[in-house]
């Protein structure tokens, strides 16, 4: 009997370290780094508007466009470090992008910001570290394709349009002057480096 519990003592530990191990796998797998894509921001002057009001419009609009599989949610972000305020954030998630937009009054205005985040793999990431073929290795099996680029643009492009319609349902007939085509344009990255 005491062999028995011996036994089982030493296997289960081994066992729960085997565990362990399949669960630190997975998450450092399924782990991702995300990596600006684009982002754009515009003050309406001398316009007050309500956030809540805002992210339910767009809400509205995003759901409008028939895209499947996106999902739209507010989330709690911090203004600065550990000890700092929140500003709540309309996040909307379609496949390997994040699209985090704020609408908040600021002074005598308004105040509309959006960042499309694109999650890089972590293990690209490491592979992409090793010495002298890491980086030729990483784009080989994480390889940078039209499909992908595509889907970035798309989805961007997705986005920009239903904040622009939003800016311009609420701004009409408000005395607000409409936005320029200069101003309507998303600053890209260069987030697929080949």
Not at 17 to 45: E, M, R, V
Not at 92 to 97: L, N, R, T
Request: aromatic share 18%; proline share 3%.
């Amino acid at each position: 009997m005491d062999e028995f519990l011996y036994y089982l003592a030493i296997h289960g530990i081994n066992i729960l370290y085997g565990i362990l191990a399949f669960f630190i796998l997975k998450a450092i797998f399924k782990f991702s780094i995300l990596l600006p894509h684009s982002n754009w921001n515009h003050l309406l002057d001398d316009f007050n508007f309500s956030t809540k009001e805002f992210y339910s419009r767009l809400e509205e609009e995003l759901q409008s466009q028939g895209i499947k599989k996106v999902d739209t949610y507010t989330v709690s972000l911090k203004t600065g470090g550990i000890f700092s305020s929140r500003r709540k954030y309309l996040r909307v998630q379609w496949k390997s992008y994040r699209y985090d937009i704020c609408g908040a009054p600021f002074g005598k205005g308004f105040f509309i910001s959006w960042w499309v985040l694109y999650k890089n793999p972590i293990m690209k990431i490491l592979i992409s570290k090793i010495p002298l073929f890491g980086v030729w290795l990483a784009n080989k099996w994480f390889p940078i394709t039209y499909y992908k680029i595509d889907t970035a643009s798309m989805f961007m492009t997705y986005c920009q349009s239903s904040v622009l319609k939003v800016i311009d349902d609420i701004t009409k007939g408000s005395g607000t002057r409409s936005l320029t085509d200069n101003e309507r344009k998303p600053i890209l990255k260069d987030v697929f480096k080949r």
